[in-house]
Every structure is written in C-alpha cells, then in structure tokens.
C-alpha cells in the first residue's frame, strides 16, 4: 500500500493498568493527591465498584459528584467544575462510561481555563486551537484517572463532547492534557454494566476501528490496532451477549475498546458515522452507542462506492456480504437497534437532523465527500 506522509502522536498518557482489580490498582495512582474528587452518574453511585473507589481513595476524599447525565450535559459540567474549584482538588477519578469521562474531561480545563458559563465552553469548542500532540511543559491540576465502565474508550483521547441542551447540539472540544493521565481497565468494573448498553458501548468501538480501516488516509499502525480491534470485538461481543457474565469475554472486549482508537494517534480520521452521532446525541438524545448501531451500516452503504474493497474484507470478520448488511445482521443479532425508527425518528425528522451539521469533521473527513446537508439526509435515510 501507498502509506500517506503524516505524524504519529502519542496522548499525554502514561498508564494502562490492566487485569488487576480496583482494590490494588488505584492505590499507586493517588499517591501523589492530597485532595480527590470522585466522578459517576447516579446509575453508579451505590455500585460496588464505586463503593470499591471510595475505599481505595480513603481519607484523600475531598468530594464525590455523582449526577454527570448522558451526554455531557455542559450544565453538568460547569457545576462538576465550581466543586473541583470549591475543594482544590488535584485529582479526579472518574468511574464510569464515556460521558462520566468526558464530562470529567471538560471540568479539568474549566478549572484550568476559568469556565463559568455555557458561552465559555461553547466558545473553547469553537476555537479549536489546541493541538493532540501540544503537551509538553508541566501537566496543569487536577487531572483524571478514569475508570470506564464501558467500551467507548473516551479515556485513551483527548478530546471530549458537551452538550448545549437548550440548543440541542454537541460541542467537541480538545486539549492534549485532558487525556487522563492513567487509565485502569478492572473487568469487574463491566460486569454490573448491562449487557444492553456494555454491547451499544462495544458497537462504538466497532465503528472506532472500522471507520479508520475504511478511511481514505489509512495508516499502517492504525490498520494494525483498528484490525485487531475489530476481530476481538467480532469475537468478543456476540460472546457477551449469549452469556452477560462471561467475564473473560467482557476484559477480551475492555482490550478492544482501547485498541479501536489507538488509529487516531497516526492521524487517521474517523467519518460520518461518529459526525452523525454526534448530531443525534445532542438534538435527540440518542445514546452514544445506539448512534454507532445505526450510523454505522448506512455510511458504510452510502461510502461503498469509494472503499468496497476495504468494505469486503471488513465484512468478512462480521459475517461477509455487503458490508453494511453484514454488520446490521451482527448488530441485530446483539438485539441492538438498527434502524432510526426503533429510536422514534422519523423521516419528517431527518431535514432538522441534517441541516445542523456545520460543515466540520468527522463528517467533513468523511471517505466519500459530504457536500452538505442534502448528503447528510441520503445518509440518514439509508438508516429508516
């Protein structure tokens, strides 16, 4: 293959800790905190693995905040910042999945930036100034050990999505420090996830790997890791889901979701898919991963005309055919969601849905190019 001139850049991290429970894992990583502050959702306030991270904490416990909702909400997020401000805290542990570590994300550079109004994160997602790669120097205070309770892998990147919920829209927003400083994948951590959402979650790490492995910009090191990704996800899922308890298969699957985003690190985009999702979790409130079940197959339909080759052997892993029906039939067969109508949306909705993309990646890094809105609506009417 013809290997394309670009940069690799790895994420200001600097753990994986992997295999080991909670307990014993956590301990070494808040050696250095005088003062922590404990991230999750009220799902996860009185689960054991949290009650496992408050033990390990101890007496460095300056405060719990237990209400980030679906999405990021940037409200959540302002209110997550005024108590990281409020205890001085110098470390967050956030437990929980892609929106506990997003919104964790986010309130660390509200305290590093002064954000106290929507305008101020909504004009930080604006400027787009920062760069993945820009972490030298001195890492600000606090920073995130994250704890994922799902497969999104929001913890290995270093950017994060809020959303404006009075105007229906997501925001991204990047700095290289957000990245969480250390990472521990305990499997007893998924396994009170249920089942539901750990496969949606597990969905988004499919379309992590196969929208690079599809890209038009592929690299060898993300071909690599998104490959290897996506047969232990092929392998990993389906397992999940024929036995929710099967605990070899969920750490198989937590291995894979780390995986599926290391592509992005050589500079390979992701596309439509992740772009679109973005568009329906803000305006409908689609779950992160729910938006993957049905994004995924249509723009993989909608791109087939410019990366059928890349499609096939992709299809391959999910049960072969035309790609996009390969992996409807996977995900179906996970008893997941697939089309936007088992969501409510309806094709009286789709002209609102496509007319708020700004034109800005990853749509606009898509492999076959998006001209605009009307190509946005082709898109999500392949998924009615």
């Known amino acids: 293959m013809a290997i394309t001139p670009g940069i690799h850049r790895w994420p200001a991290q600097e753990r994986v800790r992997h295999g080991a429970p909670l307990s014993e894992a956590l301990p070494p990583e808040i050696t250095d905190a005088r003062r922590v502050v404990l991230v999750t959702t009220r799902s996860l ?3 054991r693995i949290v009650a496992e991270a408050r033990r390990a904490i ?31 805290a110098d470390l967050v542990v956030a437990v929980g999945g892609g929106s506990v570590v997003d919104g964790s994300k986010v309130a660390c550079q509200g305290v590093w930036r002064g954000f ?12 787009r100034a920062a760069h ?31 959303t404006d919920t009075a105007a229906g ?44 492995w599809c890209s038009a910009a592929p690299q060898p090191f993300s071909d690599a890791v998104s490959w290897q990704a996506l047969r232990m996800l092929a392998e990993g899922l389906p ?7 099967d605990r070899a298969a969920r750490a198989l699957c937590q ?9 992005g690190w050589a500079g390979v985009p992701v596309g439509a898919s992740h772009g679109i999702g973005y568009i329906l979790g803000g305006a409908r409130g689609v779950p992160h991963g729910v938006t993957s079940c049905l994004m995924l197959p249509a723009v993989m339909q909608w791109n087939e005309a410019v ?13 072969g055919g035309p790609c996009h029906a390969a992996l409807r039939g996977f995900i179906k067969g996970l008893g997941l969601p697939v089309t936007l109508g088992e969501v409510g949306i309806t094709a009286d909705d789709i002209p609102d849905l496509a007319g708020r993309w700004l034109g800005d990646p990853p749509i606009a890094t898509n492999p076959r190019t998006v001209g605009g809105p009307e190509d946005v609506a082709a898109i999500l009417r392949l998924a009615l």
């Open 58 to 88: 101890g007496p460095a416990l300056a405060g719990t905040f237990a209400r980030m909702r679906a999405h990021s909400p940037i409200e959540d997020v302002l209110s997550l910042t005024a108590l990281l401000v409020e205890t001085d």
């Open 132 to 162: 993945p790669g820009a972490w030298e120097g001195a890492p600000p205070r606090p920073r995130i050990v994250a704890v994922p309770t799902t497969l999104s892998a929001a913890e290995f990147a270093p950017h994060a999505g809020v």
């Open 45 to 47: 306030a009185d689960s």
């Open 239 to 245: 397992a999940v889901a024929r036995d929710p308890n």
């Open 307 to 319: 990366n059928g080759v890349r499609q096939e052997e992709l299809a391959g892993l999910f049960g």
């Open 116 to 127: 106290r109004a929507v305008a101020d994160v909504t004009g930080a997602a604006a400027g």
């Open 255 to 263: 291995q894979a979701a780390w995986m599926s985003v290391m592509g």
């Open 169 to 212: 829209r997501k925001y991204r927003l990047l700095e290289a420090w957000m990245v969480p400083r250390s990472v521990i994948l305990d499997p007893e951590a998924v396994m009170e996830t249920p089942a539901e959402l750990f496969l949606s979650s597990g969905i988004r790490a499919v379309d992590h790997g196969a929208e690079r």
